[in-house]
């Protein structure tokens, strides 16, 4: 099927239209499961967490796992409706263009990325997510390549977020260096209990932080690094709907919800969040 759509487009063209349907199916069923978490969570307020562990060696190991809260779940339920909403309306607005089907394989890239960053449930899976999420904006916004405009947005959207990003990298790397643990539970307990006891470096931990905080600037627009969002766009108009005006610059929000056990422990950081959003 694939290789006859890829080879045969036009005798194939009434067919590559279901491809829409089972993106929509999957979206609606992790809805369900996201509506369903939520209920429980206004029901019981508690939180499940399941991590695999990956030793390399006696001093260090990876973490994997997923962390599921009422922040969790917020975002789950935002990301599913707006982005069934979205693949709805994209089925008939793009179906005329010719990358139909790399568009629905594209934004259903991008759900997945950001289902995998909202339930990340440390530091290092955030970071894999943040930069698959952004790899999925610079495709969507130079979706029309060919055209000068959207490949010129595409390419200052991903340099102005790489340089977010690379404060992010920064700061997970600085705050590993000053707990040891990429986990959020550790790192909020240990960094409480070390500023408590005056243990750490009180201007390395507030550079750390900041550089965190870049990372969010940058994704949600924020002044100093939002020029590239008016660029943006040059994208299809349901990739404005679902990226610029929904989910992604959302993430800019989650990241500081997330963290935000750790900047209520550093007064100058929350005065820059205050001052900049």
């Known amino acids: 099927i ?3 759509l890829l080879l045969f487009p036009t005798a194939t063209k009434n067919f590559r239209r279901m491809w829409a349907f089972p993106s929509i199916l999957v979206l609606s069923i992790v809805m369900i499961f996201s ?19 990956w030793t390399l060696d006696n001093d260090f190991s990876l973490e994997f796992g997923y962390l599921i809260d009422p922040l969790t779940s917020i975002m789950l339920m935002l990301i599913t409706t707006v982005g069934i909403m979205v693949l709805i309306y994209s ?5 005329h263009d010719q990358g139909y089907l790399r568009f629905f394989s594209y934004l259903s890239f991008f759900s997945t990325s950001m289902l995998g960053l909202v339930t990340s449930s440390n530091l290092i899976q ?3 997510f943040w930069e698959l999420v952004g790899m999925c904006s610079y495709l969507l916004i130079g ?3 060919t055209r000068p405009p959207a490949a010129n947005a595409c390419q200052k959207a991903f340099v102005t977020n790489r340089v977010g990003d690379f404060g992010l990298l920064l700061g997970i790397l600085g705050f590993y260096w000053i707990t040891g643990s990429f ?12 500023i408590y006891n005056n243990e750490v470096n009180f201007p390395f931990v507030t550079l750390c932080a900041a550089l965190l905080f870049a990372g969010a600037v940058a ?7 939002h020029v590239w969002l008016p660029d943006a766009m040059e994208g299809p108009t349901p990739i404005s709907a679902l990226i ?18 750790l900047f209520i422990l550093i007064p100058y950081i929350m005065n820059l969040i205050s001052l900049i959003g």
């Open 219 to 225: 994704k949600s627009a924020q002044f100093p690094l």
């Open 126 to 128: 955030i970071y894999i």
């Open 2 to 4: 694939g290789v006859g």
């Open 35 to 53: 509506t369903n978490l939520s209920i429980l969570q206004i029901n019981s307020s508690s939180i499940y967490q399941y991590v695999w562990s």
């Open 183 to 194: 986990e959020f539970r550790d790192l909020f307990e240990i960094l409480n209990n070390l």
């Open 244 to 261: 610029h005006a929904a989910t992604m610059v959302a993430a800019g929000i989650f990241l500081v919800a997330r963290l935000l056990p």
């Open 91 to 95: 089925d008939n607005y793009m179906a």
């Open 143 to 145: 979706f029309w390549f």
